[in-house]
């Protein structure tokens, strides 16, 4: 890998690490507050809100001015957010601001790979960068369950500094604290992300920025290879953007967790979902990347077998396993939509496109998992809806690929022809 990949990387999994440690911190000031049921799973889509809103424009914002500093500026929003949860804002409101840094952070930190590394090491730079978001993720949660937890937080609650008073009185107030140390690690790596030779584009005006977002949307929608594979990441991260939740509800119901303990479960699935993305990067083309699609069909049925569980010894090889596709899944899909997206309007916007098509999912998805939560609905029921949903959408998508080519051979197997010319 070229020079500055492994500082992309480190940046990359801190400022990760720091969102879903908050995430569970925001869980847990909202079961102190008694906040009603609702609002813990409204923290996903809050989350993508600004996705979805800011999408026109972080595309081209990436593209604009060096990723590096993108990403640099992104972590500070993150970083505001933040000490707004920590300081008595509503945490719904304050992990929007936190989504709103990771907005624009996702354009430059996918965009800047397909700037510096080639296509032949395009699939294994994104599995180790999906391998390690995945990582991020799950151990975030570990984390910010430890940070809540009674041992940690004690310890934190009982640190005192001289003459001052913080304010910071509870556990959650005092895994926040801890968790700006996070952010700040991320923003020093960020400092020493390489300028790469791709040449800047000038932003536009909102209107124009509007009118190219939605033709590149509509130019990647449009495209053979480019539609098969946005449309899978989208489900794929949608149900993972939201199933973070889930769990804790599932914990709840099925083994009698709390906060922490649902959140140290979690950790089990980095064994997996690492090992699965890992062996993708190795093991997977990226012109042979929609061969993976009959294998997404798989994770719907995963996650109903979910309502089944009830008992720690089943629950942690059940997670690893459903880890292990999910990361398998991602990588080459993920690989193959940047490619065509880089060859249709260039990295930033392709990705501003592959984020709000995602986090749009997120959002619709986390609004229904609020209304079915408002209505009474178990997080068994919720599970099962899920699964149901990802297992019948994922089968209309592979015949869809299917369909594809039979009755667009030519096309398809050009842009296969494109995919495997690059990556060699």
């Not at 990949?5 to 925001?26: C, G, H, K, P, R």
């Not at 089990?268 to 012109?287: E, P």
């Not at 919720?382 to 096309?411: P, S």
């Amino acid at each position: 890998m070229k020079k500055g990949f492994s500082t992309i990387m480190s940046a990359q999994f801190f400022s990760s690490l720091a969102d879903n440690a908050l995430l569970v911190a925001a869980v847990e000031l909202l079961r102190l507050s008694q906040a009603p049921a609702w609002q813990v799973p409204a923290l996903a889509p809050m989350f993508a809100l600004f996705y979805v809103i800011l999408a026109p424009f972080v595309g081209a914002f990436a593209d604009s001015i060096p990723k590096g500093r993108v990403m640099f500026i992104s972590n500070s929003i993150k970083i505001v957010g933040c000490l707004m949860m920590l300081f008595g804002s509503h945490p719904l409101l304050a992990y929007a601001v936190v989504g709103l840094g990771a907005a624009a952070y996702g354009p430059a930190k996918y965009g800047i790979l397909t700037e510096l590394l080639p296509p032949s090491q395009l699939v294994k730079g994104n599995g180790w960068i999906e391998g390690l978001t995945i990582a991020s993720i799950v151990l975030g949660i570990l984390l910010g369950g430890q940070l809540i937890g009674p041992r940690i937080s004690t310890a934190l609650l009982g640190f005192d500094l001289p003459y001052i008073s913080t304010g910071i009185d509870t556990a959650p107030e005092a895994a926040i604290s801890s968790i700006v140390w996070l952010y700040l690690i991320a923003a020093a790596f960020n400092l020493f992300i390489p300028r790469t030779t791709a040449p800047l584009i000038p932003m536009q005006g909102a209107a124009a920025l509007v009118m190219d977002f939605s033709r590149c949307n509509s130019r990647l929608w449009g495209d053979k290879l480019g539609q098969i594979t946005l449309a899978t990441t989208t489900l794929l991260w949608g149900i993972f953007g939201n199933l973070r939740l889930i769990v804790f509800a599932w914990a709840a119901a099925a083994l009698g967790y709390g906060t922490a303990q649902a959140s140290n479960l979690a950790g089990v699935v980095v064994i997996g979902s690492i090992l699965g993305a890992v062996a993708a990067s190795f093991l997977t083309k990226l012109d042979k990347a929609t061969n993976v699609i009959p294998m997404a069909v798989a994770v719907g049925f995963f996650m109903i077998g979910l309502v089944f569980i009830n008992s720690l010894a089943t629950a942690v090889p059940f997670l690893i396993g459903m880890g292990a596709i999910c990361g398998y899944l991602i990588v080459p899909m993920n690989a193959l939509l940047q490619h065509r997206g880089h060859n249709l309007m260039g990295a930033g916007r392709s990705i501003a496109v592959q984020n709000f098509n995602e986090q749009a999912c997120i959002l619709g998805l986390g609004a229904l998992y609020v209304l079915m939560t408002r209505f009474g609905m178990s997080a068994f029921g919720a599970i099962t809806v899920f699964g149901i949903l990802v297992a019948l959408v994922m089968e209309i998508i592979r015949r869809w690929h299917r369909r594809n080519t039979v009755v667009h051979r030519e096309e398809v197997e050009r842009l296969l022809v494109i995919a495997r010319t690059d990556s060699h």
